[in-house]
């Protein structure tokens, strides 16, 4: 069972960054696929950005190319999401989540972190 844990959320103003992390326990994350989704109020929740389990492979929602880097660190078991340029868009709730076999299909992922908060203000 993996437990992920995500922090490195909160406010900030259009144009500013933050950098997200993903700590795992219970399991090795090179092991599994690894994706960022997002969420707010009243609407589904959406893939924004996944890697393979290889890492070889990257997929980017449009609204978030160029400006989101996903990274991992193998040593720390953590994976990132670096939110640059952010705009009032990008506000919602932030999952990290970890897939055994697919990092494009949204149902394949197994585990989930709680999420956190992520405010860009105007």
């Known amino acids: 069972q993996v437990h992920l844990v995500e922090s490195g959320g909160g406010a900030v103003q259009a144009g500013g960054s933050l950098r997200l992390s993903c700590a795992a326990s219970g399991g090795t994350l090179s092991h599994y696929a690894v994706g960022w989704f997002r969420q707010v109020p009243g609407k589904e929740r959406i893939l924004v950005v996944a890697?393979?389990?290889?890492?070889?492979?990257?997929y980017y929602i449009d609204s978030v190319k160029g400006r989101f880097t996903i990274s991992r660190d193998s040593a720390l078991n953590t994976v990132y999401l670096q939110m640059n340029s952010l705009n009032p868009e990008d506000t919602a709730i932030y999952y990290c989540?970890?897939?055994?076999?697919?990092?494009?299909?949204?149902?394949?992922?197994?585990?989930w972190g709680r999420g956190i908060q992520v405010t860009v203000s105007s």
């Open positions: 989540a970890a897939s055994s076999t697919s990092f494009i299909v949204t149902t394949s992922y197994d585990y």
């Open positions: 890697n393979s389990v290889s890492g070889d492979s990257t």
